[in-house]
């Protein structure tokens, strides 16, 4: 029945197209519109396909409909995908229904998969070789590392990252470096990254290398300057079918318009009102505009939908139809219309897990699955009162697109900070942190402090004092260890006051840390879009704190979730954020903190406006779809923004639900909790209202203490530190004996140094008179003696 596939570019000639039969294969259980999407084959089509409507296998159908009636060779087709995942499934649909033809079709991927083949057959137009190396975003991340030092530009002022980001929004665009507005370039070291963009691509040529971005914008190039190239491919392609096109970016749109002509026989497949990815350079605006590229396009709405009940469809029509920019569909379905959604109005953020996870056990109670659930959230630190909860009841649970909350990477090096502070004898916290954020320490000045460390059966930290007195390491290295020692003991300074009257609390601690060792200027200095959800996790692990009277409780208890594996074979809740979600499908579906300024987010209403905002309800829209049987909302009448207590009201998008469909409730029984967390017993209940705002960059607050101010109590603790010698005493106290095989006037050898006469010893420190390098202060573990 089907054709035998070709891997051949084969010529305009093909056998005479075939009808397809009523009871062809790939024909059977569509419904009309998809029938008619899978049909008809000539001229622009846009599939406008709505959650759950089955648009996956319509275009598979269409494809083996394509082969089955020789309208093309598989190797004439063009069928682009944003994952491998989705390419993957694409390819096993098609082999099912053809019995193999897939296998001729070596234009059946994603963008990237599918530009980097063409590139290796025409490398050469753009200055490379065919066997060019496809960078990762570390090796990007080092070349322009060097670029920016090699053009006297401070890194730490403008990070590598951040540049990194807009040559990857640049290339998004289609742009060359020549195409760089003076005001685009201005976004980096006041107009250089143009010229650092220029530099970094010719660099990458030299290498013969091009990095993700460069494998459709080399390709667009080449059939810019090179007509003859794009009239090859022009010809080859017969059809083109392209998945999720809301999610395309200008230079992929720029790529597929130059392909589609003359022909324009092109399918594209996809939902406006799930465009939620302009973080990485998609345009809805391209969907939108189809029929005006395409003034005689056919547009097929599937609207059928075979995943959710009745009630839960009109809930996310009834907020997505207050879009004003979109292409419109009304979803229904034959199914039931089951339950409402419902609407649980509740008193803060830890009675929102407490529920939920009433919810759950009432699930299991009844027979359901733990596999069944999953919990929605619009940032990734919400999930941090889930995970406690979740853990203290024996409710296993699994992260999607992310890290339990204390394995993030920020969490993890703000505790090591903390371990190191309450235990100076962490060498693993040490390690850890020693140079996070960059301090100048390199690789050999560390394992110069390890080897002294071993030689004299110290911990780390008392290993790093102690080499402050010696020659051991380059001066800007041990002004920068000094500096680091003494912010230890400073801060352990602070932490032995967390229990007197006024003093530091474990939360203040942890963010005067996290502000005085740079951690939250480096974060703030990354412009990336991870770089905000990173502060943000910081700010929920202060809050977190905040529950805590001592540093030691607080250890205890990461000690006590990290050690708390979930049974990896077992069935667990699914928590992840709305993004994360998109397309996936749950019974049952919680999506908790539905409350104005964070969801909608007002981050993103602040850059972004209206376009945002419709964004945002298109986030709502893809949250609920996500629910098969059931969904419920939550709203928190309280929510601690950066570690104070503030009033909230519930989202927008919780007004826009249509009341015909949802079930409202308010349980409002967690003020305890909230005077539990926040107050002492003596505390009067409505001193809150008059507590101090949030003051600072990053994350940070102002401090509540005995009346004085941030600053004031800053300088009161910078006033305690004393020399360097009193942060060794504070770091540990552990003797420093000498070796006893070493005396005045000895002959010994020094790996650094070379030869030379001890002059002085004082416990483990020698004063060395070395032949060359003069008089050094060293450690008696580092010589040997000399021949």
Known sequence: MFPRPYLS????????????????PWLAGLNAPQREAVLTTEGPVLMLAGAGTGKTRALTSRLAHIIATRRAWPSQILAVTF?????????????????????????????????????????????????????????????????????????????ARQLAGLIDQWKNKG??????????????????????????????????????????????????????????????FRYILVDEYQDTNGSQYEWLRLLTAPRNNICCVGDDDQSIYSWRGAEVANILRFEKDFPDAKIIRLEQNYRSTGHILAAASGVIAHNGSRLGKTLWTEADMGEKVRVVGVWDGPEEARRVGEEIENHVAKGGSLDDIAILVRAQHQTRLFEDRFISIGIDYQIIGGFRFYERAEIRDAIAYLRLIHQPQDDLAFDRIINTPKRGLGDKAVQTIHRFARAERQPLLMAAANILDTDELRPAARNSLARFVGDIARWRQMYGSTSEEGGTTPSELMQVVMDECGYTGMLQADKSAEAAGRLDNLSELARAMEEYDTLESF???????????????????????????KGLEFPLVFLAGWEEGLFPSQRALDEGGIASLEEERRLAYVAITRAREKAMIFHAANRQIYGQWTSSIPSRFVDELPDDHIETEETMTGGASLWQAQFSAHDDPFAHVARPSRRGPGFQRAIKSDGLSREEKLARSKRAQGPVIEAKASAVSLGNKGRDDLELGQRVFHQKFGYGTIEVIEGNKLEVDFEHSGKKRVLDSFVSSGE
């Open 9 to 24: 570019v084969v010529t305009e000639s093909l056998p005479q197209p075939t009808e397809a039969a009523d009871d062809a």
């Open 175 to 236: 742009l060359t470096p020549d195409k760089v507005s003076a005001a685009d370039a201005e976004a980096y070291a006041n107009g250089k990254g143009a010229t650092l963009y220029k530099e970094y691509q010719q660099r990458l040529r030299d290498v013969n290398a091009a990095d993700f971005g460069d494998l459709l914008l080399h390709m667009l190039e080449i059939f810019k300057k090179h007509a003859d190239v794009l009239e090859n491919y022009r010809k080859r």
């Open 555 to 581: 250890l205890e208890h990461v000690s006590l979730v990290m050690d708390n594996d979930a049974n990896k074979d077992g069935e667990r809740v699914t928590i992840m954020t709305i993004h994360a979600a």
């Open 83 to 159: 994952t491998n995942k989705a390419a993957r499934e694409m390819r096993e649909r098609i082999s099912d229904i053809t019995g193999g033809a897939v296998e001729g079709m070596p234009y059946l991927g994603t963008f990237h998969s599918v530009c980097a083949r063409m590139l290796r057959s025409h490398a050469e137009l753009v200055g490379l070789q065919s066997n060019f190396t496809i960078i990762d975003t570390d090796d990007q991340l080092r070349l322009l590392k060097q670029l920016i030092q090699a053009s006297n530009i401070d890194d730490k002022r403008w990070p």
